[in-house]
Nanobody, 121 residues
Framework: QVRLVESGGGLVQPGGSLILSCASS????????MSWFRQVPGKSRELVAT???????NYADSLKGRFTISRDNAKNTVYLQLNSLEPEDTAVYYC???????????????WGRGTQVTVSS
């Protein structure tokens, strides 16, 4: 069974930092794009950042300069470094990836279950 599992969330004070990780497991033969989204109650899930298999990254305009996405292709794992956190960054952060799975290495979209990030003093 293919899974994405996020970790690294928690409670942090304003101005603090966190590193989120998303590890994939199962019958995987590589990953295409990998992304982080976030969602607060009552609002739509929004894209935070995306990184291609070649390492090209794109960010939501409002988050540029504070967040950094990276990946380890050997581990099919994606990371999100969150710096200078603000209370408005409080959300559930979800990992999303296009993984090559199965005998035919079919590109398939997967979501993790999310990890809570709370920014509060």
């Amino acid at each position: 069974q293919v899974r994405l599992v996020e970790s690294g969330g928690g409670l942090v004070q304003p101005g603090g930092s966190l590193i989120l990780s998303c590890a994939s497991s199962g019958n995987i033969f590589g990953a295409d794009s990998m992304s982080w989204f976030r969602q607060v109650p009552g609002k739509s899930r929004e894209l935070v950042a995306t990184i291609t298999s070649g390492g090209s990254a794109n960010y939501a305009d409002s988050l540029k300069g504070r967040f950094t996405i990276s990946r380890d292709n050997a581990k099919n794992t994606v990371y999100l470094q969150l710096n200078s956190l603000e209370p408005e960054d409080t959300a559930v952060y979800y990992c999303n990836a296009i993984l090559r799975v199965g005998f035919n290495r079919t590109p398939t979209n997967y979501w993790g279950r999310g990890t809570q990030v709370t920014v509060s003093s």
